[in-house]
């Protein structure tokens, strides 16, 4: 996120470029940027006249572009923001001719999210060549528990490695999501104290017994009274925990665990960047060589193709959640 610090600390020198164009398949940086922009650019007494936001399903390239020609009142700048600007896709290349000859006392902001326009096209080479252009991609699974310890860190908590594998592990790769529930977190506890499970299942609600961290651990330590525990938990609250999330951590798991017998070198650095997980949770990979033989992993990744496809009701009728639970520990177990 180099390019993301040198963004802000631009704009805190008021180096600020005419044209900012955020795309890209995770939302949250392009709302930090543009959030960063609406709120330091202009003074609160400039704002009134001089800072305006629009939203892309409201609007044409035209109407932009106008709004963008405009010169600011009793001021050296104006602030145009266009959020949600992916609605404009199927005319966003009307927007070359502005960017190769902007408005100088103009900042105009693209928020274009959750995809990213066409590389091969005039406009993208304009913007590469003229604006700012910051293309937002999604965090890589593995790097998520690290980018969530700097988050608490950064706000004065921390944080152990189970607790935030259950953040994620219920919030999914959503960073906006994840901020939000932080921001509860950091409302009710005092600063300096540790986010524990404990304080995660009493103000957000997730269980900190009976998730898919600790079904994982019941696995991996073949406690199978503890996994059908865990299970029959889930069949009686299927929209908290929901199958296909159970499954495909599951299914996960012992694909790198097939990977991690293959490795000659199994260093636990080494393993960590083959495997793509995080420190804490080679002693998982380790237990789990000694405890699956890599013929019977291979065997269990088939038999979770099975339970999958019977989830989705390929070649069966539906089954309940808890028959596909059981279905699914008994041929791990077994």
């Not at 180099?2 to 392009?30: C, H, S």
């Not at 495997?275 to 013929?295: H, N, R, S």
């Not at 019977?296 to 989705?312: N, T």
């Amino acid at each position: 996120m180099e390019q993301l610090k040198e963004i802000v600390r631009n704009i805190k020198n008021k180096t600020l470029a005419p044209v900012y164009f955020l795309m890209g398949d995770e939302p949250y940086y392009i709302d930090n940027v543009a959030d960063y922009i609406e709120d330091h650019v202009l003074t609160e007494e400039e704002k009134g006249f001089n800072q305006m936001v629009l939203y892309g399903r409201d609007v044409s390239i035209q109407d932009i572009v106008s709004h963008a020609k405009r010169f600011p009142l009793m001021a050296d700048k104006q602030v145009i923001i266009v959020k949600e600007a992916q609605d404009l896709a199927k005319t966003i290349e009307q927007l070359d001719d502005y960017v190769n000859q902007p408005q100088p006392s103009t900042v105009l902001v693209f928020c274009y999210k959750y995809k990213t326009i066409d590389k091969r096209k005039k406009l993208y080479k304009s913007l590469q060549k003229h604006a700012v252009l910051f293309e937002s991609n999604r965090l890589k699974d593995y790097k998520l528990e690290g980018w969530l310890q700097q988050t608490v860190a950064k706000r004065g908590y921390g944080i152990d490695p189970k607790s935030a594998a259950m953040l994620i592990e219920f919030l999914g790769n959503d960073l906006s999501k994840i901020v939000k529930e932080l921001d509860k977190l950091t409302l009710v506890l005092p600063k300096g104290q540790p986010i524990t499970a404990e304080v995660i299942e009493k103000n957000i609600g997730i269980s900190k017994d009976y998730n898919n961290f600790e079904l994982m651990k019941a696995i991996v330590d073949r406690n199978q009274l503890q996994a059908y525990k865990i299970a029959s938990h889930f069949a009686q609250n299927p929209k908290n925990n929901p199958f296909v999330v159970t499954i495909g951590i599951v299914y996960a798991y012992f694909s790198k665990l097939l990977l991690y017998h293959g490795l000659q070198d199994k260093s636990p650095q080494h393993a960590m960047r083959q495997l793509k997980v995080v420190q804490y949770a080679i002693k998982d990979y380790e237990l789990g060589f000694k405890t699956y033989p890599m013929k019977r992993v291979s065997q269990i990744i088939a038999h979770l193709k099975e339970v999958d496809l019977k989830g989705k009701g390929v070649g069966a009728s539906q089954l309940p959640q808890g028959d596909l639970l059981k279905e699914m520990l008994m041929k791990i177990f077994n």
